[in-house]
């Protein structure tokens, strides 16, 4: 039987091509975050489907209501608009949860730890996302850190992040070359049946699935050209 | 007016003297968390009086229930006894929470950055406590890296353990000198009117008074003599 390792899967693109690459080498363990997030339902659905997929017996769903009661961001504050492509080039967007990777990575380096998994899969990017701080690799380098000195003796847990430097064309290119289930995740910031198509994420998204000559299957609210 | 701090205080002596600290220089903002630990019930009347005392604000008061979904811990698994003093001598305690300060601290992060608080203090001890990996000045020291690498470029963050290198009874002391409210903390293991005055944490509670040469006003279920 292969090591654990457990993938903080959120449903979307990033993370789901990550499952597909911890697949090739471990047993996977599967850590989805409820925080109120807009989209958490659709997020649920694509997550419990890419476990299937991946036949995952250890699941974990946690809900946490902290993010939600700081609010400040679009994300979990329906006050806040979400932002439309490009507005806040530059800047970093309204969707930013403040060191929300720090809380997820702390929660799977808490149940590694406990469920003996030696490894932690995130599918963060460092360029190809919206200049979040808690998504570059030195942030996780310096929680690797954190992880050496405050766990167990014993307790040799690394964080591993495998799309790190690829951009989201090569994350699609990478998913469809793994047969990951593409088509079972979630990017649009809105919580509709169909994905909006026209939200950062989405465009995000679909201009991946063009750069890559990839189509994508999943059903939008708009007509895209692929 | 005072720059901002966020201190996570439990309720219990360490975090109510690191409170009391606090209070020399800045303007608190208390968090506690409740992650369904044994004895919130009594740490959150604590929480409530100490932040009275002080005339506290900001209080942010939020659900976690992470940790006793995943078990593992005397402190939130009813099924796990509480130890008896001594007898894990050596080895880290089943009270033990895993990565429960990077938790804890990632939320204070979050949270500061969202108020624009500077400062995060902790009354984390590295040698008069239980042994926790995560209560060591070099996890501190890599978590503020962590913080400096993690949140927004002009964000300035540090996590500061004022009480880390003393001993109980000195922080007894200190908390006396200090004037802190020391009669409203809760040290006791279990739930109950009066602290047991038996469990690990009631022992080395009552030692540090002594050592230090206050009387304890707490209510105790058993007669302690002063």
Known sequence: MNQKAVVLVS?????????????????????????????????????????????????????????????????????????????????????YVSFRNAVFLSFAVSWAENIGAKKIFIGAMEQDSSGYPDCTEEFF??????????????????????????????????????????????SCYKNSECACGICDSCLLRIKAFKQAGVKDNIPYAIKVLW
């Not at 979307?12 to 996977?28: E, F, P, R």
């Not at 806040?80 to 800047?91: A, F, L």
Request: hydrophobic fraction near 35%; charged fraction near 25%.
């Open 11 to 95: 449903g979307g693109l990033d993370s789901c091509v990550t499952a597909a690459i911890a697949y090739q080498d471990y047993q996977l363990c599967f850590l989805h975050i409820n925080y109120n997030q807009r989209t958490e339902e659709k997020e649920l659905i694509s997550f419990q489907e890419i476990a299937e997929f991946y036949n995952v017996k250890e699941r974990l769903i946690t809900k946490l209501p902290f993010f939600a009661q700081i609010g400040g961001s679009s994300l979990t504050d329906t006050n806040i608009s979400i932002p439309i492509y490009n507005k806040n080039e530059g800047n970093i967007p309204n969707t």
């Open 141 to 186: 380098k310096k929680f690797n850190q954190v992880i050496k000195y405050g766990t167990k003796p014993k307790t040799d847990i690394q964080i591993i992040t495998p799309i790190i430097h690829l951009k989201k064309y090569e994350v699609v290119k990478l998913g469809k070359k793994l047969n990951a289930p593409l088509d079972k995740t979630w």
